[in-house]
């Protein structure tokens, strides 16, 4: 197994005194910075817009543009889309990076898939929680912690793990535990729950939906049935919180029944072989490099499937089943 380090393993003093710029202010970046500043380190923030100069501002932090607040810094964590990451690096990142800096991600998608190539003679180093921003923030302030993956990619001043575990344990991560990877392996992590696990799980909801609708029952009721009492999601959050099978005790004894005899009737060879196709794609870079073709071009596919979504039958089943029972 990779290695895990936790709250133990970590000394958030390494960065005492030393300057950490978070860049963005947005669902990680708010909090990260808030976490990292209440860990007792020294935090500045770098943005561009007014709106969110102001809520930085507002937090109590000392707000700069970008390019200063990287000069400024000893450690520059970059906390805006991925999309961005590789010009706003160029053009304003990169000139405030001397040597022995260090420069944080919370995504290893621009280094794995070399969209980004940081100079030498600086540390490149990944804290990608496991959380999105609002439980960041949440589980650090309920002492709580959260997992996240590490990685060190490039080590210039030899201290890369050391300052990694300070920021993992400074935005609160090692109370939980943070597991050593590489930068394309949380990379490729995340781009396969994204484009195969979630799809093939919104693949199964679709057709369970239709095979209710076909059979003649109210599509509200499939909806509010399947998706919208919550309750799936509940038992989802269960299955994290207790284990897979452990849960299961939480459901009658008609329900494990039929869910264990009927389970192995869904087992099908050809998801796990589009499932590894899938994998393939990302790990060999050919879907980062149909992605940045697609942002080159102006995101023609992109607005077209968004237009698709509103035409999709599930957005109108979506909005009746929310009327009837006044959800949202
Ligand atoms: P957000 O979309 O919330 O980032 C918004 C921030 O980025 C704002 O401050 C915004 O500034 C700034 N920004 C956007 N475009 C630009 C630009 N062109 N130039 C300068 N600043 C810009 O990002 P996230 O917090 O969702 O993601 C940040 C990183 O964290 C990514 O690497 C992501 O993969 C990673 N991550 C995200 C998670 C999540 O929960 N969302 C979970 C784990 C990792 P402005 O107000 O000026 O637009």
């Given at each position: 197994m990779a290695r895990v380090y936790y709250d133990n393993d970590a000394d958030v003093d390494f960065l005492k005194g030393k300057t950490v710029a978070v860049i963005g202010y947005g669902n990680q970046g708010r909090a990260q910075a808030l976490n990292l500043r209440d860990s007792g380190l020294k935090v500045i923030v770098g943005v561009r817009a007014d709106e969110t100069r102001e809520q930085a501002r507002a937090d109590g932090f000392a707000v700069f543009p970008i390019e200063e607040a990287a000069r400024k810094a000893r450690v520059v964590m970059f906390l805006i889309p991925d999309e961005v990451v590789p010009e706003v690096f160029r053009a304003q990142v990169l000139p405030g990076m001397s040597h022995g800096k260090c420069l944080c991600f919370a995504s290893g998608y621009n280094v794995a898939f070399k969209l980004l190539e940081p100079p030498k003679g600086i540390d490149v180093v990944l804290v990608a929680p496991r959380m999105i921003g609002a439980g960041v923030r949440q589980r650090y302030l309920e002492a709580k912690g959260f997992p996240s993956f590490i990685a060190v990619h490039q080590d210039a001043t030899g201290n890369g793990l050391k300052t990694t575990l300070a920021i993992a344990k400074g935005i609160g991560s090692t109370r939980r535990g943070v597991m050593l990877l590489t930068f394309a392996q949380e990379a490729e992590l995340d781009l396969f729950t994204e484009q195969a696990f979630g799809p093939a799980f919104g693949q199964v909801l679709l057709s369970a939906i239709q095979t209710l609708v076909d059979a003649g029952y109210p599509v509200e009721a499939a909806m509010v049935e399947l998706i919208l009492s919550g309750e799936f999601a509940y038992s989802m959050g269960k299955i994290a919180e207790m284990g897979f099978f452990p849960q299961?005790?939480?459901?009658s004894h008609t329900s494990q029944y039929g869910s264990m005899t009927r389970s192995?009737?869904?087992?099908?060879?050809k998801t796990s072989e589009t499932m590894r196709q899938v994998l393939q794609e990302i790990r060999s870079g050919a879907f980062a490099r149909e992605w940045d073709a697609e942002l080159k071009a102006g995101l023609p596919v992109f607005n077209q499937i968004r237009e698709m979504r509103n035409v999709h039958p599930i957005a109108e089943w979506d909005r009746k089943t929310r009327n009837a029972f006044r959800i949202g």
């Amino acid at each position: 197994m990779a290695r895990v380090y936790y709250d133990n393993d970590a000394d958030v003093d390494f960065l005492k005194g030393k300057t950490v710029a978070v860049i963005g202010y947005g669902n990680q970046g708010r909090a990260q910075a808030l976490n990292l500043r209440d860990s007792g380190l020294k935090v500045i923030v770098g943005v561009r817009a007014d709106e969110t100069r102001e809520q930085a501002r507002a937090d109590g932090f000392a707000v700069f543009p970008i390019e200063e607040a990287a000069r400024k810094a000893r450690v520059v964590m970059f906390l805006i889309p991925d999309e961005v990451v590789p010009e706003v690096f160029r053009a304003q990142v990169l000139p405030g990076m001397s040597h022995g800096k260090c420069l944080c991600f919370a995504s290893g998608y621009n280094v794995a898939f070399k969209l980004l190539e940081p100079p030498k003679g600086i540390d490149v180093v990944l804290v990608a929680p496991r959380m999105i921003g609002a439980g960041v923030r949440q589980r650090y302030l309920e002492a709580k912690g959260f997992p996240s993956f590490i990685a060190v990619h490039q080590d210039a001043t030899g201290n890369g793990l050391k300052t990694t575990l300070a920021i993992a344990k400074g935005i609160g991560s090692t109370r939980r535990g943070v597991m050593l990877l590489t930068f394309a392996q949380e990379a490729e992590l995340d781009l396969f729950t994204e484009q195969a696990f979630g799809p093939a799980f919104g693949q199964v909801l679709l057709s369970a939906i239709q095979t209710l609708v076909d059979a003649g029952y109210p599509v509200e009721a499939a909806m509010v049935e399947l998706i919208l009492s919550g309750e799936f999601a509940y038992s989802m959050g269960k299955i994290a919180e207790m284990g897979f099978f452990p849960q299961m005790e939480l459901h009658s004894h008609t329900s494990q029944y039929g869910s264990m005899t009927r389970s192995v009737r869904f087992m099908d060879p050809k998801t796990s072989e589009t499932m590894r196709q899938v994998l393939q794609e990302i790990r060999s870079g050919a879907f980062a490099r149909e992605w940045d073709a697609e942002l080159k071009a102006g995101l023609p596919v992109f607005n077209q499937i968004r237009e698709m979504r509103n035409v999709h039958p599930i957005a109108e089943w979506d909005r009746k089943t929310r009327n009837a029972f006044r959800i949202g």
